[in-house]
């Protein structure tokens, strides 16, 4: 018994524990996109450090013993390849270039005092490098130096920078090291006027709660590196923040510092709040009622962080066992069946901002970060089994982090569900093309019903004010004539509206896009062509319609017609759809 008390825990390797300092110093941000591993057997030499790729793949190589401090400045310089864009396809092949790369990163690793130099990188470089450019004209017109420049984290003249192809998904490594600096700048501010106040060593819990998640809970440590907190005292008072709320596209942490927690119902109200952004509850509200999505979020939430024991949950939080194993939208029908019990328990820790802003570039790009942030926090979680998660966060950091399905997908599975392929049947009306070959022996040809396909039609509601884009009218009609063709549907109904209606009778679908008019300018009516086309004995009660409108348009009545809206990408209906929105891009 005392033999395994006193038998030694297995040492930690030294790059691991340089990896997690990295992660919490300067480069966190950039650090956090990137996940080391250990390199194949045969795939380094024994004296290599360290390369990295240019999809961002860091490899280690095991075998090789070194210190904290020189992994840590090993792994560094690795990091910064990518942070400074030194990936150029086009000179992945020249050593001048490489060289030159190798030359900045170790001036930026001199000069910041970053982690141990090995020995075989304690030398002067033969000339300042300024920039990867200047270094790189030097050397293409000294070339001999070029054996003296050797700072390579790998051996025998190799580089340590291999290129793999682009990046499949679009992470910015050099948006990330810039953020990272920035932060580290207003860290070392922040941490100067505090000690200017007197305040020493101290911490706000609601800080130390952050720092843990940066150093010790990967699923969540890129998304509280990438928030900025505002604890200010006014600012919270005036937005009416009793304890904590999010921003997601300010990326803004509020918390109230006269909030009375401890630190580990801090690391619970981090968490939730962290996961409202990582799973894009803002976003996912859509038309449901701002409030009680907000209750449904946190019950979920809260739910997943006991079952994850992340911290302790304060009293006051919302909980309820009974919708355990839901989804949000599950527990949302719940809420809204008892309204005035649920509304009066608002947390308001969600901050709704402008739905539009996702659709321009920066809103894209920050859309892009949560959803790449917490998929390889999970990959990463996963991989070092750091803790259990429960099945329906990882279902949905899954969803989430999957690209959504273009409208024009959508559109054809709508076609295929409303029209199924035509069955055809072999027939002696016609003959086969083959007939001619063989005269004396006659042969069927492949035909399908006649009536069959005239019955084949749907409507299209078009609307053609002047706010409706012409090149989205172009996208959706060009796809609609495309999957009509394909699917034997060459019969369509066509009524255009903005003030008024005008019928444009049945078309053949690839006249539809020649027919369009923008008339009047006025005001969306959509309601008089839909009744046009109810009270037409010519058009089939069963056929299908699609409405294209830009969302200005009011309640729709369609007698239980099966039908889907087109709408540009960012516009919403004043009213909950009963059929599926197709979003234009």
């Known amino acids: 018994m005392a033999e395994k008390q006193n038998r030694k825990q297995p040492e930690r390797p030294a790059y691991e524990t340089a990896w997690e300092k990295i992660r919490s110093g300067m480069l966190r941000?950039?650090?956090?996109?990137?996940?080391?591993?250990?390199?194949?057997?045969?795939?380094?030499?024994?004296?290599?450090?360290?390369?990295v790729t240019s999809q961002g793949e860091l490899v280690l190589n095991s075998a090789r013993s070194g210190t904290v401090g020189e992994w840590e400045y090993v792994l560094t310089h690795c990091l910064l390849h990518l942070g400074m864009d030194h990936f150029r396809r086009e000179r992945m092949d020249d050593p001048a270039w490489l060289t030159a790369c190798d030359l900045l990163v170790t001036d930026?690793?001199?000069?910041?005092?970053?982690?141990?130099l090995p020995p075989e990188f304690q030398r002067t470089p033969p000339f300042p490098a300024r920039s990867e450019e200047q270094a790189y004209s030097y050397l293409k017109e000294h070339p001999e130096l070029l054996a003296e420049c050797g700072f390579s984290t790998t051996t025998h003249g190799r580089p340590d920078m291999v290129w793999t192809g682009e990046l499949p998904h679009r992470t910015s490594f050099q948006k990330l090291f810039a953020q990272s600096l920035q932060n580290a700048i207003q860290d070392a501010l922040r941490s100067s006027s505090r000690l200017g106040e007197g305040m020493g060593r101290w911490r706000p819990d609601y800080l130390q709660a952050r720092?843990?998640?940066?150093?010790?809970?990967?699923?969540?440590?890129?998304?509280?590196?990438?928030?900025?907190?505002v604890d200010d005292r006014d600012t919270v008072r005036r937005m009416g923040i009793s304890?904590?709320?999010?921003?997601?596209?300010?990326?803004?942490l509020y918390l109230n510092p006269d909030c009375r927690l401890h630190l580990e119902g801090w690391k619970f109200i981090l968490a939730h709040e962290f996961l409202h952004a990582a799973l894009r509850h803002d976003v996912r509200c859509q038309d449901r009622d701002p409030v009680l999505w907000n209750v449904a979020c946190d019950f979920v939430v809260n739910d997943?962080?006991?079952?994850?024991?992340?911290?302790?949950?304060?009293?006051?939080?919302?909980?309820?066992?009974?919708f355990r194993g839901m989804s949000v939208e599950g527990v949302y029908d719940?809420?809204?069946?008892?309204?005035?019990?649920?509304?009066?328990?608002?947390p308001k820790d969600l901050l709704y901002g402008d739905e539009a802003w996702w659709d321009?570039?920066?809103?894209?790009?920050?859309?892009?970060?949560?959803?790449?942030?917490?998929?390889?926090?999970?990959?990463?979680?996963?991989r070092q089994g750091r803790g259990f998660l429960p099945a329906g966060l990882v279902e949905e950091i899954r969803a989430v982090s999957r690209p959504p399905i273009p409208w024009d997908v959508e559109l054809a599975?709508?076609?295929?569900?409303?029209?199924?392929?035509?069955?055809?049947h072999r027939s002696y009306a016609r003959l086969s093309r083959r007939q001619s070959a063989t005269p004396d022996i006659p042969r069927p040809a492949w035909r399908t019903e006649p009536d069959v396909e005239h019955q084949r039609i749907f409507g299209v509601v078009l609307d053609t004010s002047g706010s409706m884009d012409r090149q989205l009218l172009a996208a959706a009609l060009g796809s609609i004539a495309s999957y009509s063709q394909a699917r034997d549907v060459h019969h369509v109904r066509v009524v255009f509206c903005d003030a008024a209606p005008y019928d444009q009778g049945v078309l053949h679908p690839e006249d539809i896009a020649g027919a369009v008019q923008v008339r009047g300018r006025g005001g969306t009516k959509l309601q008089p062509g839909i009744d046009l086309l109810e009270h037409d004995p010519a058009f089939p009660k069963d056929a299908p319609l699609l409405i294209i409108t830009d969302g200005a348009c009011d309640r729709l009545q369609l007698h239980g017609r099966e039908h889907a809206y087109l709408i540009p990408w960012g516009n919403r209906l004043p009213f909950p759809p009963r059929g599926p929105v197709f979003k234009l891009r």
């Open 29 to 51: 941000d950039l650090a956090w996109s990137v996940y080391p591993q250990l390199g194949k057997p045969g795939q380094m030499a024994r004296d290599d450090w360290a390369c």
């Open 108 to 116: 930026f690793l001199r000069s910041s005092h970053t982690g141990t």
């Open 211 to 229: 720092d843990w998640f940066l150093s010790s809970y990967p699923l969540l440590g890129a998304l509280a590196s990438s928030f900025t907190i």
């Open 243 to 252: 304890v904590a709320a999010v921003n997601c596209q300010l990326r803004e």
């Open 304 to 322: 997943w962080l006991l079952e994850m024991n992340v911290g302790a949950m304060p009293d006051f939080a919302l909980h309820d066992p009974a």
């Open 334 to 346: 719940q809420v809204c069946q008892d309204v005035r019990f649920y509304t009066g328990r608002d």
């Open 360 to 382: 321009t570039l920066e809103g894209s790009e920050v859309d892009e970060y949560y959803r790449s942030a917490i998929y390889q926090g999970l990959e990463y979680h996963t």
């Open 413 to 424: 599975r709508w076609f295929d569900e409303q029209f199924a392929p035509m069955e055809k």
